[in-house]
């Protein structure tokens, strides 16, 4: 079986009987060993010991008074924050649960909630979708679900779509590839050596499994490309995975359908632009060609779907912004399709 996606942090997570993640005590631990959790140079002696503690016991109450007795006020409010995330993840019994949990229920200042950083949410994605693809062995697919959680530059060239890291494209903008080094480099305004990131094609795609965790390969989805079908079978997956519901999702080049009653959008961007065609608002161009792919989406059971939408299909978008990048939301599939309630 093929092994992908090391920084994950999967392999620190066990399985329960039902196939969820379940977060270990090693699982938290590799939060704290952030570089974002590790006490800075100037933390006070009680932070210092706050962190060795939550070390040694990741699931260690901590109370308020002793969070009250850190020196530095931000690292009292980063450490509540953090806090109250692993109590999110223990208390729901699965990374799974938790992750849904936060769309279903989020968080609400009005009870005292404490936000979840955007960050431990793309962790979670991370990992999850790690568990989904375990004995993957298409290239294609594991590339593309890394759009489950990691930010994407989109490039249009000769009519091809292609998606290249939104981080890495922005490493090699300032470093030419060479890290601090290339940015002192630059700094000095010496030029750099460009460095062009490889587009995944049939005959190279195996290179990906040496390349996993650099997240450095262009894909392009194109209407009847492998990117674009393997971004469809990894969303079928995670639909399958979280709701127990077999959905077929295909590329369409076009919405031609009278009765159309049931979209989503994969990002913010779509989302807006199918509500927008909906509701035959008139739509400008330049917001037209920012719009990178439809979807169809069928329930292969249609009784898991709400009486007035079975049968129907549901259609999908998935756009850019004005500034060329694609974040997709693979929450609005968890929470925005036509489920039936289960008893």
Known sequence: MRDFWQDSGYHLAA???DGQLVPSDDF?????RRPEMLPPEEACDEERALHASLLANPRERVGKDRLARLADRDGRDN???WLAFRDRLVAAGSLEAAYLNYFLNPPDPARGDLPVPPLFLDQLAHVITRGILDGAED???VRAGELLFREQRVMI???SIMLADAETVDMYASTGGFGSLGRLVAESQTPLRSVDLDVMLPENADIYWQRDS???LVLNINFSSPGLDALCRVLEAWVLHFLSAEVSIQPVQSIRDERWVWHLGLDSESTRLLNDLYQDVEVEEERLRRLLSLFRLEFKDTSLMASSIAGRPIYM???MTESGHLRLKPQNLLVNLPLAERA
């Open 15 to 17: 399985r329960d009987a």
């Open 28 to 32: 938290l631990r590799a939060y704290l």
């Open 79 to 81: 450490w509540q924050v």
């Open 139 to 141: 290239p294609f697919q």
């Open 157 to 159: 060239e000769q009519e």
């Open 214 to 216: 650099r997240y450095d």
């Open 317 to 319: 978008g998935l756009c």
